[in-house]
T-cell receptor
Framework: KAGVTQTPRYLIKTRGQQVTLSCSPI?????VSWYQQTPGQGLQFLFE???????NKGNFPGRFSGRQFSNSRSEMNVSTLELGDSALYLC???????????FGPGTRLTVL | EDKVVQSPLSLVVHEGDTVTLNCSYE??????LLWYKQEKKAPTFLFML????IEKKSGRLSSILDKKELFSILNITATQTGDSAVYLC??????????FGSGTQLTVLP
């Protein structure tokens, strides 16, 4: 079974721009969660989508948004990029009630 | 708010040593505790522990969950240089989202 895939793998943007990241979950997984990982803050939860609905949201500003499509693929968008948004963005998919999550390879975003 | 604290923050050992990594947690309506290994890439799943599965073992790695004392340990026996990584602990509670600890950086020297 194919794992979680994320595109693009690397991205360089400048302050003020916006970016869209994509995540395809493991086949059959309906839950997709997004995380931001930085050296100083560790893994921070952004939001979770389940059956096209946002089920949970972390403590991030409204510049961070997401959506999920009927095929469970998910996108996250960051508008008006700031230098502090530079991070590894990870997507994870799950199907069980215990939230056993499997991670994609991540998208490394650099904001200049 | 759910909380996970891992210790030690870092650990340096030699090949063949046995290590124990600790994870204590506070969570509303515990559902599960998960361990991940992260090298220079995304975290890879190791174990999930729940109320019905408080001990797991895979090769040289094993983990136990103490729901009464709210902690878990990850043991690695006969360590190898390939075990060098950050080990992350996460808990899932009533909010159904994972809260991660800051991780333990394990370095295994040859």
């Amino acid at each position: 079974k194919a794992g979680v895939t994320q595109t693009p793998r690397y991205l360089i943007k400048t302050r003020g721009q916006q970016v869209t990241l994509s995540c395809s979950p493991i086949s059959g997984h309906r839950s997709v969660s997004w995380y931001q990982q930085t050296p100083g803050q560790g893994l921070q939860f952004l939001f979770e989508y389940f059956s096209e609905t946002q089920r949970n949201k972390g403590n991030f500003p409204g510049r961070f948004s997401g959506r999920q499509f009927s095929n469970s693929r998910s996108e996250m968008n960051v508008s008006t990029l700031e230098l502090g948004d530079s991070a590894l963005y990870l997507c994870a998919s799950s199907t069980g009630q215990y939230n056993e999550q499997f991670f994609g390879p991540g998208t490394r975003l650099t904001v200049l | 708010e759910d909380k996970v604290v891992q210790s030690p923050l870092s650990l340096v050992v030699h090949e063949g040593d046995t290590v124990t990594l600790n994870c204590s947690y506070e969570v509303t309506n515990f559902r599960s505790l998960l361990w991940y290994k992260q090298e220079k890439k995304a975290p890879t799943f190791l174990f999930m522990l729940t109320s019905s599965g408080i001990e797991k073992k895979s090769g040289r790695l094993s983990s136990i969950l103490d729901k009464k004392e709210l902690f878990s340990i990850l043991n690695i026996t006969a360590t190898q240089t390939g075990d060098s990584a950050v080990y992350l602990c996460a808990v899932c509670g009533s909010a159904r989202q994972l809260t991660f600890g800051s991780g333990t950086q394990l370095t295994v020297l040859p």
